[in-house]
């Protein structure tokens, strides 16, 4: 018989919502792959990090001992709990669609996921409370971002550092690198205003890699905080990635259809990250 729904029909629906997912999950966390990663391996669902202090060499005579310096680190403990979404896709919703629903749904769960972590992650920006630049009513441009490059050179925090800031924030940096003669030198910006005028993309600013994220909440003031910071500043336990599963509801004659991963963020160390308070107001 023709126009049948099959179980191979049905496994390519959910093998859509599993790619899908995970493919948009993966391209719309911006956080994820700039933080410091720790898997919360076996039982229980928190992991415990070390947080090693600076240790400062000195000189000394030939042939005078060493005296013992104690290594004494702090530790920082992350909880994982578990966030999810679920929807129930009926029958005659699948059969009657006219686009791809595994498809769709598949970039609804995984983009909602994405938004979550980097939400989590992003909120803990005004935790950087050692460091800290900009104010209210302060627009985001490359000063603040070598005073913000500065204070971490002062405390010896090695390079890659990431720079990510609410969209309308960054719409100011990018205005004055365009601006030939904004407060520098023109030929000094070119290459970088030429790259943000051809493909709207910062890049690197004073050895920071410049990211845009929506996922930054203003307040009432349409200020917001963003931050610079080397990876180890923030950390996101993961106990179980991000996954999709299915299970088939006769009665309802529909199949759920479960998003969810379980995780857990916190600052591991404040003095490695600078908050950067800005306005985001267009």
């Known amino acids: 018989m023709a126009n049948e729904t099959t179980s191979s029909t049905l496994s390519e629906l959910f093998t859509n919502i599993t790619q899908e997912a995970i493919f948009t999950f993966q391209e719309t966390s911006v956080m994820r792959p700039l933080v410091t990663t720790y ?10 990090v070390p947080v090693y202090p600076a240790i400062t060499a000195s000189a000394v005579n030939e042939a005078t001992d060493l005296s013992n310096t104690a290594v004494n680190p702090t530790s920082q403990t992350i909880t994982a709990s578990e966030v999810g979404v679920m929807t129930s896709l009926t029958d005659l919703g699948r059969d009657a669609a006219g686009r791809n629903v595994g498809a769709d749904i598949g970039k609804l769960f995984g983009s909602a ?3 979550k972590v980097d939400t989590d992650l992003v909120n803990k920006f005004v935790s950087f409370t050692t460091n800290e630049v900009g104010a209210a009513a302060t627009e985001l441009d490359a000063d603040l971002i070598f005073k913000a490059v500065a204070k971490l050179r002062m405390l ?4 890659p550092y990431y720079g990510v800031f609410h969209p309308r924030a960054v719409y100011n940096l990018k205005k004055t690198l365009t601006q030939a003669g904004y407060n520098t030198n023109a030929n000094a910006i070119s290459d970088i205003g030429n790259e943000i005028l051809r493909n709207n993309f910062v890049g690197t600013v004073a050895g920071v890699q410049i990211f845009e994220n929506a996922n930054i909440t203003p307040d009432a003031s349409d200020d917001a905080y963003g931050a610079v910071f080397h ?3 923030l950390g996101l336990a993961l106990k179980e990635d991000f996954k999709v599963e299915t299970q088939r509801d006769a009665s309802l004659r529909a199949t759920e259809i479960v998003a969810s991963i379980t995780y857990g963020v916190g600052v591991l160390k404040d003095t490695y990250g600078v908050s950067v308070k800005t306005d985001t107001a267009l």
């Not at 919360?40 to 669902?45: A, D, L």
């Not at 010896?156 to 390079?159: C, D, S």
Request: glycine letters at 10%.
């Open 231 to 233: 990876p180890i500043a």
């Open 39 to 48: 898997p919360i391996v076996g039982s229980g669902k928190t992991v415990e």
């Open 113 to 115: 996921i994405a938004k």
């Open 156 to 159: 010896n925090v090695p390079a």
